[in-house]
């Protein structure tokens, strides 16, 4: 059993194009086939599509009217006008009617006259051969191309498609991808019992879904085969099942790292080849591409890795590119912007790292925040606005350094975001909510570092607000010591969002029976903390003082989460007995919660923003009574001032305030 | 019956927002709904989705290795290893697998040494608490929203629910648009006879099947009703049975227009009210708004314009915004370029104008041309790569003015694009698809504008390359004297597309006997003509001239086509008995051919250009056998020196040349 297998990591554009040149000269690809046109939305015409009939078929009338013969009409004028008869001379006409024999021109109905006895019109003025006709293959001419060969047909093709009397359409057969999830511990997400996944007996297997969506949105046909045991032999039967099936492209998930039960590798090798194992990118490094024989041909296959941000990047590195090259496209390109990262962002030197991002736009600057790194947090994507991908030759990024992101969301969404980075609260998703089901145009976008680094992002001009309930030891009033200490000369305001209960919280029924501060010090005790800068951490510490506990004397006061529900979730799952949090966070889990105060949780709201059309909705919300009866019906939450402006700083006070 | 019935123009924007706000306050939108997470693909989120469990559910390994309770761990040192039983001390575990009772901590496998016997594994470094390990929660903690209403649930988006255990989701129920196509000469698409098309006698209703695609990409479910007679009861009966089938909205087309057979909005004034009838858009004018009463509700009605062209941008105007509105999310926004017509482009005042553009992007600028306007032309969408909207307030764009424009195609598409602008040959066509069949990267747009037109416009800048078949009457020399003429000082290369022949397009059997020139001036045969600056025209003239033929004493002489096929197209439908033209184009529509000559049909190429790859692939793609076969087996060309540089002007012989 080797523990280094990645021997040699090809780059991922190498490993790629290499192998997307063996699949071209050595696997068969999809030919064409014909489809209705009703059900061709969406595919890819495999030939240049010509016109089986002209458009329009004849001529016909361009306007409401009366068909005549131009020649006729020569000598009409004012002073002479001419009488035609009608049926005769002249024929009433509608709009795109075939003009009948002998005619070549069309008089509006708005420039004849209509003899009283309905028999003649009278025209004051002649008119041109072919005016107001639609001639016969004006818009298109019989055999003319009206679609090229790699064209994505939509609802427009469909139109110019029908009206070219195309009702069978030449297109890429969609390449069959047949998804063989591999793991001993999958369970198929619909079979799940809730009891297996929470001991972690089973795990889900949703990769398969995920790829199937993202197959069919480039073009492919999956099918998902069978779950198959960790065992080499299983996975080799799998594969061959897959062949028989008529497999175009083979995806193995996963058994693609290093562990003891990882040897996709190692079958598609005994198999067919490995023309890469392993490739400098992150996520998705363990990565295997190859091609395994079938019936006297070569199947392309790809084991992609199991943590689903791993294998979605894996696939839309390698599968996504594979799927456009058969249907002769290019492969989707998404639209770029430029932004600035708030914090630096450090990378591994050598390896393709691709960083997802939220942004917010801010006076006309967009800046991005990483959202957490893990492989395995998979609503990570999306939750992402962007992607930013440092290459492998670079170090990371500077903190505000330019940098192009990949947008996953519409420019228009991020646009109408308003990005809060602070301290979290979970009424902020609830405001979230309100302000998207209000305003459609804006969203709440909100990154979790704490009140203090809300204020100092706030300072370097990084988002709109900042959340932040940082306690003045000295005075007791929350939050103006640390911006007068911090916000020197920018005007905000101070918008109440809630007053909020904090406690102690801790396991249902309270085993270990905590009551109050001194009980973290018992040696039967675990805590587990939050963050520095977080203002639970520093209404901690400024309890603890009060108490005369030190902090040392606490085990886990070391060991810290970011936000009140990771604290919660902790003593949820026993890794600690107890930590400090809001009210609805020990509600949103079930735990008992012991209250030790209430705080006040404010927004921080520069001056210059206050008359955005953004945080008006934003303040509307807050102030709406809906808002305040869903954070009461949260529980600990006091609402009595929410939306209220609290204090000004730098704007009425001066800016020495 | 009034010829006056859009007395009021509104603006397209006034006339939409006022029907939104009707429709928001006295019609129902469709509530949500709970679909199966895999078929939640493409809708959108009608509440906030919470995750059901904790992810991961456990804490679990992040690596592969030993679980062990860090704290044992803490003696461990280089110099005084320490050692741990096997399955009592120390577990071994795989990545993603629930960290045994007891243990918090993984070491990787990497760092441990396991004993010979595999009863014992030795640690020489201490671990820290929770090192290696996925905490429960980490990703997402029960209870946390995943979701935000108004989501556009995408693949990421469906691995989150998967991970969140939401295996039902909460949707808007997609609205039910029911299309009423009307017409009594309309055929349902399906049904048609081609020689009834063909004859006028009856049109194909295929704008039902473009509305479907453009609604079910738009979020709602389209539900197609039989064709309706043109009588007022049979539309009122159509209305009254799509609102008993439910319909949300309901899409009547057409007559909407002011015809005698155009009832619309009398029909939906009669039964409801009309909000809006005529906009001031074009193509789009002919739109009607309205509402009908349907069981003590109001449903929300749509006259729709009958041309396609004007149908589809009435939709997109109307109906796509409406169906946003009823998900709570903005309408979907295309990206925009800033372009420069090549040529003035005019605009009624009063009326917000679309015009569809072709582009193509010229050494960092982005030059648009405009396709054929008519209403009618369905292809002018699926050719057009973008959209420019002229104001109502505006009379027009001048050449080279900097306007944005919608694109209508990816922006990679636009910039691998070569721009033809000059003469029309069939071969053209030919050379665009197998150039985007051998390199999906790059395409061959023309635009048909006569020789001297494109010389024009390469001399402008506007294009990368123009194809020229121009005869100096002096020389016999073709397209030499006019580049001398018209590209002063800027260095081209003529290279040969093909050779080919030119001659006279008759009917099946010649049944007038036409055999040459002279035949033209006859009393009983009526000419096509050729727009003035192509070469073909250039030819005539010049045939005309040394045959001693006037052309006055030619029928027909002022009759203008701007193609070959529209040419032969006009000799094929009977108005006109003889026109000019490439061999191509007569064998395209069975049509008889009387050789005249051979002529050039060369490519003119800026030096600049030569080294550019998509020229460069162009010029393989023209030398390659496949081309030169296939345009050998259309009939009429020449292509012995396809593909040669014929002559370097401007380049050797210096620029006096």
């Known amino acids: 059993m080797s523990h280094h297998k990645f021997l040699k990591l090809q780059t991922p554009d190498e490993a790629r194009d290499a192998w997307l040149e063996r699949i071209e000269s050595e696997c068969s690809a999809p030919g064409p086939e014909f489809v209705p046109l009703a059900q061709s939305l969406r595919r890819v015409t495999a030939a240049p599509i010509a016109a089986r009939r002209s458009s329009p078929a004849f001529h016909g009338a361009a306007m409401d009217g009366f068909a005549v ?48 006895d309905g028999r003649f019109v009278t025209l004051e003025q002649a008119v041109f051969p072919w005016q107001h006709v639609r001639k016969a293959g004006e818009d298109m001419v019989e055999t003319e191309i009206i679609l090229a060969p790699g064209t994505s047909i939509g609802p427009y093709e469909i139109g110019a498609l029908a009206a070219a009397g195309a009702l069978e359409v030449e297109v890429f057969r969609q ?30 297997e949703f990769n398969s879904l995920v790829f199937s969506e993202l197959i069919g949105e480039a073009g492919g046909k999956p099918l998902v085969m069978p779950i198959v045991e960790d065992d080499p032999q299983a996975v080799a039967q799998a594969i061959e099942n897959a062949a028989k099936a008529g497999a175009d492209l083979i995806i193995l998930n996963a058994g693609t790292s290093a562990g003891s039960r990882d040897f996709s590798a190692e079958v598609i090798d005994r198999m067919g080849e490995v023309t890469a194992h392993g490739v400098a990118m992150m996520p998705g490094k363990p990565t295997v591409l190859g091609l ?63 960083v997802r991002v939220k942004l917010g736009s801010v006076n006309g600057k967009t800046f991005a925040i990483p959202l957490p790194l893990g492989a395995g947090t998979v609503n990570s994507l999306s939750r992402a606005d962007a992607i930013i991908t440092i290459p492998a030759a670079c170090e990371g990024l500077n903190a505000d ?32 909510s309100m302000l998207r089901r209000k305003f459609p145009r804006f969203r709440l976008t909100s990154a979790h570092v704490g009140s203090l680094g ?93 108490a005369g506990i030190s902090p040392t004397s606490i085990a886990g006061y070391k060991d810290e989460e970011y936000t009140h529900m990771t604290v919660a979730s902790a003593v949820l799952s026993g890794r600690a007995n107890v930590g400090m949090g809001v009210r609805a966070a020990a509600n949103a889990l079930g735990l008992e919660f012991i209250p030790v105060g209430m705080e006040n949780y404010d927004l921080v709201i520069p001056g210059e923003f206050m008359e955005d059309e953004r945080i008006r909705a934003l303040l509307r919300v807050i102030r709406s009574d809906e808002f305040k009866k869903a954070a009461l019906a949260m ?3 006091g609402v009595e001032n929410s939306g209220e402006i609290i204090w000004e700083h730098g704007v009425q006070q001066g800016m020495s305030s």
Request: proline residues 8%; hydrophobic residues 40%.
């Open 635 to 637: 529980g600990g939450y």
């Open 175 to 204: 390449p069959l991808v047949c998804i063989i999830p591999s793991g001993s511990d999958l369970e198929k997400l619909e079979d799940c019992v809730e009891a297996d996944l929470r001991s972690g007996r089973k795990l889900p």
């Open 401 to 432: 350094e330019k940098v192009r992101a990949s947008l996953l969301k519409p420019w228009q969404q991020i646009e109408g975001a308003l990005l809060a980075i602070g301290s979290h609260d979970n009424t902020l998703d609830l405001v979230d």
């Open 292 to 354: 395994v024989p079938s019936a006297g041909k070569k199947i392309p296959i790809i084991g992609a890795p199991g943590y689903p941000v791993s294998a979605v990047l894996s696939l839309e590195k390698f599968v996504v590119p594979l799927l456009a090259a058969w249907q002769k496209r290019l492969p989707p390109q998404a639209e770029t912007v430029e932004v600035h990262p708030c914090n630096p962002m450090p990378s591994k030197p050598g390896m393709e790292e691709h």
């Open 454 to 546: 809300g204020l100092l992002a706030l300072g370097r001009g990084n988002c709109h607000l900042a959340g932040s309930h940082l306690l003045d030891p000295e005075t007791g009033i929350y939050n103006q010591a640390a911006i007068r200490t911090h916000l020197k000369g920018r005007p905000v305001n101070l918008v109440r969002l809630v007053e909020r209960k904090q406690g102690l919280i801790v396991a249902p029924g309270n085993p270990l029976g905590i009551s109050n501060f001194a009980d973290l010090a018992r040696d039967d005790v675990r805590f587990i903390n939050r963050q520095k800068g977080s203002g639970t951490r520093m209404l901690l510490d400024y309890q603890l003082a009060q």
């Open 69 to 116: 013969l131009a020649e006729k009409t020569f000598t009409a004028s004012t002073r002479k006008p001419l009488r035609l008869e009608i049926n005769k001379d002249a024929f009433r006409i509608n709009t795109g009617r075939p003009m009948p024999e002998n005619t070549n021109a069309v008089v509006m109905i708005e420039n004849v006259n209509i003899g009283d």
